[in-house]
């Protein structure tokens, strides 16, 4: 395993007051980098003062998009311990998201090493307030400087942190989904299934149709037919029709979510009935009409679970749950994240301190 050295800062930067902390805005003092040259492998493994690094305008990432990145995060329990939550599925779904884009495989345990270290560095920043997190993005960017497509032959590996409170300003207060029917994000045989930079540059147009509109995501169809449910923007997507949820199957398209996959494991722990299936536009609409659509939630890292309390399609708007917060999206949202702070057993064994 490479060894990894340590630059502290000199100067540390000033954090921000935990009240105010928003998604994504504010960064810790060190970051983790890692080089990679074909022939040499990966090499010169570092954490560093968070800094701007020089890249040539013709690294390859800005002409051909060969980016992929991940998203997870550190919880600090009541008892100031400090957990993660399943990590090596994240490191995991990098490497799949970096075979399909040709990006060299990183071994998952050294980029845990790199990322326990990195956590051990920055501790401090890792907020206490109720809600909060550290953020944690590890991403892969394309280095060579060449213009020609072809796969690069150099890249960074690195990790970032930043503290964050909710992911939504409102909150786990539902939000309203706008059904997308013009454009298509992904189909079968593309790179729907990967946390790949480009596929988040083309879902920006229904995300912005959307917000012009006054809902807060884009819930995708499939790019085929354009009939069957597969994501959100940022999230899986659930169901709850006539007691059973029911969530789309992984057909090579949608993403496979870590939260997505916990909590059909938790729910199964329940008894509640789940099916992994195709689940048409229609369908759901149908339900709401004939009374059967109990829930809606999204599932993901950030946002853990976001009831839906809202749907636009086609010109035609519906509710769910009143509006409100559904008995089971609040009963997966309380059980998750009490185990990821630790106030909750973990009967799964998915949470890992950091020591």
């Known amino acids: 395993m490479l060894k990894i050295n ?94 399909r884009m040709c990006i060299p495989h990183i071994d998952v345990e050294f980029a845990l090493a790199a990322l326990w270290e990195l956590l051990r560095t920055d501790r401090d920043w890792i907020p206490s307030a109720p809600g909060s997190s550290l953020y944690i993005r590890p991403f892969v960017i394309a280095t060579e400087s060449a213009i020609g497509v072809h796969v690069s032959r150099r890249y960074k590996f690195m990790i970032i942190l930043s503290p964050v409170g909710a992911y939504y300003e409102s909150g786990l207060a539902p939000v309203k989904i706008c059904i997308e029917n013009e454009y298509v994000r992904a189909v079968k045989g593309g790179a729907g299934h990967t946390k790949g930079a480009a596929n988040y540059a083309i879902s920006l147009k229904g995300q912005e149709k959307a917000e012009k509109k006054g809902y807060t995501q884009v819930l995708w169809l499939d790019g085929v037919e354009r009939k069957y449910i597969e994501e959100v923007g940022t999230m899986n997507v659930f169901f709850k029709i006539g007691g059973t949820l029911v969530t789309p199957s992984l057909s090579g398209s949608i993403l496979a979510g870590v939260t997505r996959d916990s909590v059909i494991q938790m729910a199964k722990s329940w008894g509640l009935p789940i099916e992994e299936r195709r689940i048409a536009v229609q369908e759901v609409y149908e339900a709401y009409e004939n009374g059967t659509l109990e829930e809606a939630f999204g599932t993901g890292t950030a946002a853990v679970i976001s009831p839906i309390g809202r749907f636009e399609w086609d010109g035609r708007e519906f509710g769910v749950a009143g509006g409100g917060i559904g008995p089971v999206s609040q009963r997966l949202y309380d059980e998750l994240t009490g185990i990821q702070y630790g106030r909750n057993p973990d009967p799964f064994g998915w949470v890992r301190e950091v020591m």
């Open 6 to 99: 340590i630059e502290r800062i000199k100067t540390p930067k000033q954090k921000p007051e935990e009240g105010t902390l928003r998604f994504g805005k504010n960064f810790t003092d060190h970051m983790f980098l890692a080089e990679y040259e074909e022939g040499k492998g990966w090499h010169k493994a570092d954490i560093m003062p968070y800094a701007p690094f020089a890249i040539e305008p013709s690294a390859m990432v800005f002409h051909y998009g060969q980016a992929v990145f991940e998203g997870l995060k550190c919880y600090r329990s009541d008892d100031n311990k400090l957990y993660l939550f399943r990590p090596e599925k994240n490191f995991e779904r990098l490497n799949q998201s970096g075979e």
